[in-house]
């Protein structure tokens, strides 16, 4: 497996053309101020909005990839939770793999705490209970790269830690995943690489340690870490 490859990839006036290879098996972070353009990344990736360049997963170009064959090479978890769709539960994870044996989605189900809500409609759930059906629509299918755009906003603490041993496990597995977050310590402690956008840029990538050592942070949140208060305001120079 050879994960992701993106050359030149970005969003005309909202993401510049980059260069990004995420690793099979890597976990990580995308972090940056609201609006620097974390989503536009994401989009971009997946092929949303009509994106420059070229993306490719274990040597496939997306773009020549036909639909019923993508959600085994890519599954993409938007920020929005809003669910129009009259669908029951089961339906709707279930549109990306219909193939998936029922023993392989009861597992899934029951991973997920969604096994007594499979008869609810989509649109009645909670905003968490949404998120956790919007994840385990992306996971069915077994993709290879997994983009997900702020997916542990919503959650209750424990769904956060629940959430966050899930995509180690499915990391450690060989599943490579993207995930944007404004929790830095989350990134920090979870992710084993961490990209920094701002303003629609690239402006930094390393492992966790370099970067919350470093002055990015500071420089593009305007906040640095004390040992005693945790996060605070960037004091001036």
């Not at 603490?157 to 496990?169: S, T």
């Not at 830095?184 to 390393?206: E, H, K, P, S, T």
């Amino acid at each position: 497996m050879r994960g992701l490859e993106a050359r030149g990839v970005g969003l005309r006036g909202r993401f510049d053309a980059s260069d990004l290879t995420l690793a099979a098996g890597s976990l990580t972070a995308l972090v940056g101020p609201n609006g620097a353009g974390k989503t536009s990344l994401l989009h971009a990736l997946a092929g949303i909005g009509r994106p420059q360049g070229e993306v490719t997963i274990d040597g496939l170009d997306l773009r020549n990839i036909p639909p019923r064959v993508r959600p085994r090479l890519l599954g993409y978890v938007p920020a929005s939770r809003e669910l129009a769709w009259p669908l029951r539960v089961h339906a709707l994870i279930t549109l990306t793999a219909p193939e998936a044996s029922s023993i392989t989605v009861s597992a899934l189900l029951d991973a997920m705490a969604l096994t007594d809500l499979t008869e609810r409609r989509v649109d009645t759930l909670s905003t968490g209970e949404r998120s956790r059906v919007l994840i385990a629509r992306a996971l069915l299918p077994g993709p290879a790269v997994l983009l997900l755009d702020e997916p542990f906003a919503n959650l209750d603490p424990l769904w956060q830690l629940l959430l966050a041993e899930r995509l180690g496990e499915d990391a450690r597995g060989g599943m490579t995943i993207l995930f944007s977050t404004h929790d830095l310590d989350l990134a920090a402690r979870l992710a084993d690489r961490i990209l920094v956008i701002d303003r629609g840029c690239l402006a930094a990538d390393a492992p966790p340690a370099e970067i919350v050592e470093s002055g990015i942070i500071a420089r593009v949140f305007g906040v640095e870490r004390d040992a005693i208060a945790g996060w605070r305001r960037a004091l001036p120079g």
